[in-house]
């Protein structure tokens, strides 16, 4: 029953860790107790936190607990886990394969480095081109973001707070634009900051935090709307910081929103 | 034009995928799901110059298609939902709130703070109303008896 549940909670785990609702990672955690043994189960999830218990027929009680301090979004995993789980719940692998699947689950890379930083760039030529960007502000935008998209995908990698990243990233993208604005003044810049800014603010967040709330899950909800609200505190000092450095030394005003 | 435009967000949305690590058998359907997205929002809006009517329907589409998709494939929802919404996600409105903050500018943060919670809302609000839908058409369909020849 033990490994059970500690499988269960490394499935959790690996769910909330990756971007998951909380009451997805509930469910998921309750799904994997199978056991006949199990008579009663009771799992509490945060969004850092998950505690789960389960009573036994012969009265004792097992409680684990894990604590996840960095989240980011890796819907593949999110992918594999559950179709993990469900085999399991069908009795079509045993715990040792679980536990097996969720460890190389758990250290697998999706995409390489280097793709990932591209096709963010790619995705900001892209979404300049479709909310009405012209060819060379989309081709501007692309160059504009390889280096604070390689910056934030190797923070992330060294464990950076994200808070630190993203006012790092804004200011890199003010520095890039700023030097493409004075290059060519003609340039459609709100379409273009519109692209940028898409992918590295916290959109996604805020949607799982409100469908949180909406579960009845107010404290994740709550904490993740904060942390939503902050990653895009970070990216405007970033970005605010270098436009009134450039005000102050040249005068004027660079654009307005 | 907007066949174009639609094509670019539905390119971008599946790039944002792999950002996101979503796997590989499943871009392609993302980016399809991005480009349907735009496509209605553009359309609704082209005929009833409403922003929020047209984001409501259009998160609405997705929705159904992401339940569709989730149960056809048994994978979470949260895949295609977050794929197909990255287009009508008010990004750029969060950004301008904040930096209403950065620059003292109290119009940009009440309006953007407004706009920003309304266009969460009504994303929110057309994925529950989805599923709801869903889930009571599942329940109509098991209480329907068969009629018997």
Request: glycine letters at 6%; charged letters at 15%.
């Amino acid at each position: 029953m033990y490994e059970e549940l500690k499988a269960a909670l490394k499935a959790g785990e690996i769910m909330l860790r990756n971007g998951s609702e909380t009451f997805r990672v509930q469910y998921i955690i309750k799904k994997m107790l199978i056991n006949k043994n199990i008579i009663n189960k009771d799992v509490i999830v945060i969004g850092t936190a998950m505690i789960a218990t389960i009573e036994l027929k012969d009265g004792h009680p097992i409680t684990l607990s894990r604590s996840i301090t960095r989240r980011k979004n890796n819907l593949q995993k999110l992918s594999l886990v559950t179709r993990v789980v469900d085999d399991y719940a069908n009795n079509r692998i045993n715990l040792n394969e679980v536990m097996e699947k969720l460890e190389k689950i758990d250290n697998t890379t999706t995409y390489s480095f280097w793709l990932k930083v591209l096709c963010t760039s790619l995705g900001t030529f892209s979404f300049t081109l479709g909310y009405g960007g012209t060819l060379t502000g989309a081709i501007t935008m692309f160059l504009i973001t390889i280096i604070p998209a390689y910056f934030i995908q190797l923070f992330f990698k060294k464990n950076v707070p994200y808070f630190i990243s993203n006012i790092l990233a804004g200011a890199l993208i003010s520095i890039f634009s700023l030097i493409a604005f004075n290059l060519n003044p003609l340039l459609q810049y709100d379409k273009m900051i519109a692209s940028a800014i898409i992918i590295l603010t916290p959109g996604i967040m805020a949607v799982t935090a409100i469908r949180d709330v909406v579960n009845g899950d107010f404290i994740t909800g709550a904490s993740r709307g904060m942390e939503a609200l902050l990653s895009a505190t970070g990216l405007s000092i970033g970005v605010g910081f270098i436009f009134a450095l450039y005000v102050f030394f040249t005068g004027g005003t660079v654009w307005t929103f | 034009m907007d066949i174009l435009k639609i094509i670019m967000i539905g390119l971008g949305t599946g790039f944002v995928s792999i950002a996101l690590e979503a796997s590989k058998e499943d871009l392609p359907i993302n980016a399809l799901l991005g480009s349907i997205c735009f496509a209605t929002y553009l359309y609704v809006f082209q005929i009833s110059n409403n922003n929020m009517l047209a984001t409501f329907l259009a998160s609405f589409l997705i929705s159904f298609l992401a339940i569709y998709l989730t149960r056809k494939r048994g994978k979470p929802l949260q895949i295609y939902l977050i794929a197909g919404i990255i287009p009508l996600l008010p990004g750029l409105n969060i950004f301008k709130m904040v930096f209403g903050f950065v620059n003292q500018d109290n119009t940009a943060i009440f309006e953007n703070a407004n706009l920003t919670i309304q266009i969460l809302a009504i994303i929110v609000l057309s994925i529950v109303f989805a599923s709801s839908i869903t889930k009571l058409l599942k329940r109509l369909q098991f209480n329907i008896k068969k009629p018997e020849s």
